[in-house]
């Protein structure tokens, strides 16, 4: 079986149909569907009739919300494993069932589906870390306009292909409201919902920065464990995504407090928080991509220690520092703490981006080793 999961209204639907329309035979089926939780209910098997020949492809679409579904789910493919492709899709990460007790280890990959980037729009999205070092060799044509676009407006498909303003607020309202009052439902109590909500609406002033849960707790007279519960849930729901520091191999390292960003960077007002954003979602769903298909363990944190010295960005490649990245709205002078945790860490490749056309340079590290100086679009080019 094959789990994907990604944020509400990314294109999991729109994925799974065109991948209906390349098989022979398939099935769709919606938990908001009536018909289809009648029939989970009561004869879940005959959702895939075991005959022999082509095997159809099943969609299970948000499935997540069903009760018990990874016990009927895990009976069903158990039982007609050999008479279909499965597929299932979910709003809700679909990865914290791999923890202790998953009663489906072994049965499925977990892939990530996230909003648009540069390189998915250009066609230029590298399928594999190692072409990385050479591509950021070459000077490539500007994709500026799409990199600005996609800054003004985000990745999720609706609102960057439309670029219109207005269904832009129209859609970012209706998103969080949806989120909290639908999905929000399978997770927190009734009476919970509007103070979840505004606590989503205090994450975007927060973004870029090591994350206090005592403030936000303090600002809305919450208690600790009620302030991390509700954190968690909104990571499950893909409405924010964490980073922790890295502390191996540095001394006097940040060791606890994570950073986080919004999936839909679009919602963040300050700028220079909001490029920090987007590069770290491209940079995320490259860490996913090549993680998901097998090149490795790719993982992304941020680097700070307790004198405040701080680097946005981190890739640690199986366990090792693979490429570090310092964002800057327009600044082009080289940040000093990038040099000195490059020195400290020896990444593989060391970059600060810029919000900045036309940009293409090195600059000296130490003897032997050197960094790029680099526009967003033609870094984000392969992301």
């Known amino acids: 079986m094959a789990f994907v999961t990604g944020p509400r209204q990314v294109g999991k639907t729109t994925l799974a149909e065109q991948l209906l329309d390349s098989f022979e035979e398939g099935h769709y089926y919606n938990w908001d569907d009536l018909e289809f939780k009648r029939v989970w209910a009561k004869n879940p098997k005959t959702l895939i009739p075991e005959k022999i020949g082509t095997k159809p492809l099943i969609v299970f679409d948000e499935l997540h919300k069903a009760p018990r579904w990874k016990s009927t789910l895990k009976g069903i493919y158990d039982l007609r494993k050999n008479a279909a492709h499965i597929l299932v899709t979910g709003s809700a990460k679909l990865d914290v069932f791999r923890r202790g007790g998953d009663s489906l280890l072994g049965r499925y990959f977990l892939l990530h589906l996230h909003p648009f980037s540069v390189g998915e729009i250009n ?47 129209l859609w970012k309202r209706t998103r969080l409201e949806r989120l909290v009052r639908e999905d929000l439902l399978t ?20 973004v870029g920065s090591p994350f206090s849960l005592q403030s936000i707790a303090e600002e809305l007279q919450l208690n ?35 950073k986080i960003y919004l999936w839909d960077w679009s919602e963040v007002e300050d700028e220079c928080a909001r490029f920090e954003n987007m590069v770290a979602s491209h940079i995320l769903k490259a860490c996913h991509f090549w993680t998901d298909s097998g090149k490795g363990t790719f993982e992304l944190f941020y680097v700070r220690d307790k004198e405040k010295r701080e680097v946005d960005l981190l890739v640690v490649r199986d366990r090792k520092p693979w490429m570090m990245v310092e964002c800057k709205l327009s600044n082009e002078s080289i940040a000093s703490d990038l040099i000195s945790f490059s020195k400290l860490l020896q990444p593989s490749l060391t970059l600060q981006v810029i919000n900045a056309s036309n940009i293409h340079e090195r600059f000296d590290i130490e003897k032997g080793r050197k960094g790029y100086l680099m526009s967003a679009d033609t870094f984000l080019t392969w992301f």
Do not use: C, M
């Not at 306009?145 to 498909?157: A, H, V």
């Not at 997770?187 to 927060?206: F, G």
């Open 224 to 258: 600790h464990p009620t302030a991390k519960r509700w954190l968690n849930w909104l990571i499950q729901l893909f409405y924010i995504y964490s980073i922790p520091p890295y502390s191996k191999r540095l001394e006097r390292a940040l060791k606890k407090q994570p």
């Open 123 to 169: 066609g230029t999205t590298l399928t594999h870390p190692d072409e990385l070092p050479e591509k950021l060799e070459k000077k490539v044509s500007s994709l500026k306009k799409i990199s600005d676009r996609l800054f003004q407006f985000g990745g999720f498909p609706e609102v960057y292909l439309k670029a219109d303003k207005e269904i832009w607020n």
């Open 187 to 206: 997770l927190a109590q009734t009476h919970e919902l509007s103070l979840v909500e505004t606590y989503a609406t205090l994450l975007p002033e927060r």
